[in-house]
């Protein structure tokens, strides 16, 4: 799909979107959902834009641009400063390195590499949270959280792939 | 021939320097974001003011994205009470019948209660005044237990302040903005609750462990606490009034014991902030309308 040249605002509202959307999983990560059990296990909504983006648009998701998604987060969850964003920059570096083993293969393919991601992101995550706060934190919810986001993926990725047919048009075939 | 070699080789050179600029920013970043953590563990004030003007710039968006939620709720709640109707209102009638006794007692009591202050000269606690606010965001997951409120300091909502709901304990207030505040849970890993067992009169701490059922610590070794026994707070420290319910124990052995928290905190929609007891809560007398004001205002319309 070819692009639009650059400083129609068009063309800056499709450029936005990977962000955008990203920013808006954070939000929906965190709304507060009547559900039993929901809050600890809720499952890492913007992991998946993070991983979605840097694999089909990395032009549109650089590494900047993910640590103040991460840092975003932080403020919002009352974490420390740098912990999501650290997360979230270790996982840009792995998936972009991998993400020739990615692009233009099945689906099945795309969902187990987040299936590797999601559970390193989560472990790591838990180790740094523990060390932080300088206790052991319940691992059970955190395993959880990662069965759930690996399970949810799709359907994000789904929505994450209308937004990218309809405003940012793909650079790959995906 | 010269000139397409020196080409040629800055070409050859442009990509290795582009890959370890890369390389280079990717260690910067994360440095940074090391750097940054080290700092937030040391509760630096700095980064402490940019987390809450941060969730008060974006509190607004929050407060919007929670409506669909709660009219959700409120639909499934209204389709739930369509098909149990009856059956709630055979429970309702006996629960209705049942109060009805309660507050014969109630006044009987008060009657006598009354009198014997008298009697006594006693000087009245002075009721702790609340401002009710949504819950609008549920941060965190399984790493840190807080929610964030649509009410700030503008509000009169100040840190330290105890958080409830109408069955019970919640939490406290941990950062204040102008518009939008977070509570630290009672089940978090932070929070330490001051409180009594009621059936034994034992002084404990509830101490948050980020599970879902926070410990009873500090307990007796041969204290005769057991499940069920109700635990509320003993107004220690100021922060909570006394025997506000908190949860009942679950959990009892050698080891640890463990409550359920009265609250459901994943529920919990609304949350009232109470100014009790702590120096300089209390907003100034002239301000004491906007209060009320503010309290309706967060409770009903935002």
């Known amino acids: ?174 | 021939m010269v000139k397409r070699n020196a080409s040629m080789s800055v070409a050859g050179l442009a990509v290795p320097v582009r890959i370890w600029g890369q390389r280079f920013a990717f260690l910067v970043l994360l440095t940074f974001a090391f750097a940054l953590m080290l700092l937030s563990k040391a509760e630096t004030g700095a980064l402490q003011n940019a987390r809450i003007f941060i969730v008060d710039g974006v509190a607004p968006i929050l407060s919007v994205m929670s409506r669909p939620v709660e009219a959700g709720q409120e639909v499934s709640r209204s389709v739930r009470n369509f098909f149990v109707v009856h059956a709630e209102n055979e429970r309702l009638r006996q629960e209705n019948e049942r109060l009805i006794r309660w507050m014969q007692a109630a006044r009987q009591l008060e009657v006598e209660n009354a009198t014997l202050r008298a009697q006594l000269e006693y000087v009245p606690e002075m009721a702790p005044r609340a401002v009710t606010a949504r819950v609008i965001a549920d941060t965190g997951g399984g790493f840190f237990h807080s929610l964030l409120i649509n009410a700030g300091a503008r509000h009169f909502v100040q840190r330290g302040q105890a958080v409830v709901s109408h069955a019970g304990v919640v939490g406290r207030i941990a950062e204040v903005g102008d518009r939008s505040a977070r509570v630290l849970l009672m089940t978090d890993l932070n929070s330490r609750i001051p409180a009594i067992v009621e059936s034994t009169g034992d002084r404990v701490i509830v101490t948050g462990n980020n599970s879902r059922w926070p410990a009873v610590t500090y307990l007796a070794t041969n204290s005769p606490v057991s499940v069920g026994d109700r635990v509320v707070t003993s107004g220690d420290g100021g922060v909570f009034p006394p025997g506000l319910p908190i949860g009942t124990i679950s959990e009892a052995s050698e080891t640890r014991i463990v409550l359920q928290p009265v609250v459901d905190l994943a529920r919990l929609s609304e949350a009232r902030i109470l100014d009790y007891g702590v120096e300089g809560i209390l907003p100034p007398p002239e301000k004491v309308p906007a209060v009320d004001k503010a309290a309706t205002a967060t409770g009903t319309a935002k």
């Open chain 1, 1 to 174: 799909m070819n692009q639009p040249g650059i400083g129609t605002f068009g063309d800056l509202a499709r450029r936005v979107v990977p962000g955008v959307t990203t920013v808006f999983l954070v939000f929906l990560a965190h709304l507060h959902l009547p559900f039993p059990y929901y809050t600890e296990i809720a499952p890492a909504l913007p992991l998946m834009g993070v991983y979605y983006w840097v694999v089909f648009r990395p032009d549109l998701m650089p590494r900047i641009l993910v640590f103040a998604i991460g840092l975003f987060q932080d403020a919002l969850i009352g974490a420390p400063f740098g912990l999501t964003a650290m997360i979230y920059l270790l996982t840009h570096a792995f998936v972009l390195s991998q993400r020739r083993f990615l692009v233009g293969k099945p689906f099945w393919i795309f969902w187990s590499g987040f299936a590797i991601v999601a559970p390193v992101a989560g472990a790591l995550t838990w180790i740094i949270a523990s060390a932080l706060r300088g206790a052991v934190l319940p691992s059970d919810v955190v395993l959880a959280s990662i069965g759930l986001t690996i399970v949810v993926f799709p359907v994000v990725a789904w929505f994450l792939l209308r937004s990218q047919r309809w405003l940012v048009g793909a650079t790959e075939p995906s």
